[in-house]
């Protein structure tokens, strides 16, 4: 068995997965001046290869990517065993909000089953698995944030999640480490994306609070309740997400909340993160699944 680890992929994954002996398979890329991609898979005839991407940042160049990889091997008599997306792009639309709108989910994701013939298919927790089971993927889904919470030694009084969507996360969380846990009113304005979190009675006084979440993009949402927690007494407020996008101002916001750090998986690229982002490998962890 071996994997091609496409461009989205962090440096740091590969050479995890190097290590614990996956042979990794060689492909050479480029981007014509014209924007278009080429790639060549030399070494692929009568292997077994499991594909790797990470769908962000530039999640529509990367998707081609993933679509002309497989094309590629499937073309050239290699079998590919699953496809494994550390970061799945487009998975937030995955029902019709308002007349109107796609289902993003099923236009992206459908071809890789109907076109590609790839039913298994393992994600670093995606939004919501059940679009996925719908168009009928063998899906894995990995939650790790016990995984980084116990690879940073954090000490957990107490689990909070953002909001009631990412309870069981918490909960997954709360009962790894047996603590309570808990979550906030957040609303949404589908139009203009505002946000808004009714606090409740948390008890949380001179507590060590971890807040868990799937993604963290503008950081809003996070920030708001950093500081609820801390207006109720909290001693020190950590985050952990499984994706840290980081987009416009967020590193700002975030770090205007007074969060002691912000724990993340290397699901996707950083570049030059502030001090208080902490990158945890995840690659032993997506080995182990490689290896089942």
Known sequence: MKFLALSGVDHGLVASL???GIERLDMAYKVFPDGEQYLRIPECEGAEVIVIQSLYPDQDRKLVELYLALEALQGNGASVKQVILTYVAYARQDKRFLKGEPISVKALYEPLKGIFGIDRLT?????SEEPFRQLGFKLENIIPHGYLARKCGLRIDFVLAPDKGALHRAQKLAEEFRVEFDYLEKFRDRITGEIRV????????????????????????????VEALYRAGAAKVYAIVSHAL???????????????????????????????????????????????
């Open 123 to 127: 994600v670093v927790d995606v939004h």
């Open 198 to 225: 009714d606090e409740r009675y948390l008890d949380v006084k001179n507590k060590s609070v971890v807040i868990v979440d799937d993604i963290v993009s503008t950081g809003s949402t996070l920030a708001k309740a």
């Open 246 to 292: 980081l987009v416009g101002k967020a590193i700002e916001i975030i770090e205007r909340s007074g969060i002691e750090m912000l724990i993340t998986a290397n699901t996707i690229k950083h570049v030059n993160p502030p001090k208080w982002l902490h990158i945890v490998d995840i690659g032993e962890l997506l080995a182990s699944y490689i290896k089942r």
């Open 18 to 20: 190097e290590k614990k």
